[in-house]
Nanobody, 123 residues
Framework: VQLVESGGRLVQAGGSLRLSCVVS????????MGWFRQAPGKERDFVAA????????DYVDSVKGRFTISRDNAERTAHLQMNNLKPEDTAVYYC?????????????????WGQGTQVTVSS
């Protein structure tokens, strides 16, 4: 299973970005997906997760109301729509998948990871 993220770039505070994660291999439609982020000098933190059908989602409190996770099983792709971005959202964003239908917020629950995409929000 391989994951490739895209969509990260430099954006001004208040702006929007849409990250994408394409998954190859495995049975994507049976896997939950998650997004995590890691700022310089900090641990990798949970951002959002979505279950296999897209009906179950979970978010860290700091992004609720601003970020939306979604998935397209036909395209084997997960997205993270990020609105009203803040400088504290600056980080490398990673997508991950796990061999389970249920979303999870712990990084150790995920089996496969992408290489990450850099998001930088300027003030």
């Amino acid at each position: 299973v391989q994951l490739v993220e895209s969509g990260g770039r430099l954006v001004q505070a208040g702006g929007s970005l849409r990250l994408s994660c394409v998954v190859s291999g495995g049975t994507f439609s049976n896997y939950a997906m998650g997004w995590f982020r890691q700022a310089p000098g900090k641990e990798r933190d949970f951002v959002a997760a979505i279950g296999w059908r897209g009906r179950s989602t979970d978010y860290v409190d700091s992004v609720k109301g601003r970020f939306t996770i979604s998935r397209d099983n036909a395209e084997r792709t997960a997205h993270l729509q990020m609105n009203n971005l803040k400088p504290e959202d600056t980080a490398v964003y990673y997508c991950a998948t796990r061999r389970s239908i249920a979303p999870a917020i712990r990084s150790y629950a995920y089996d496969y990871w992408g290489q990450g995409t850099q998001v930088t929000v300027s003030s």
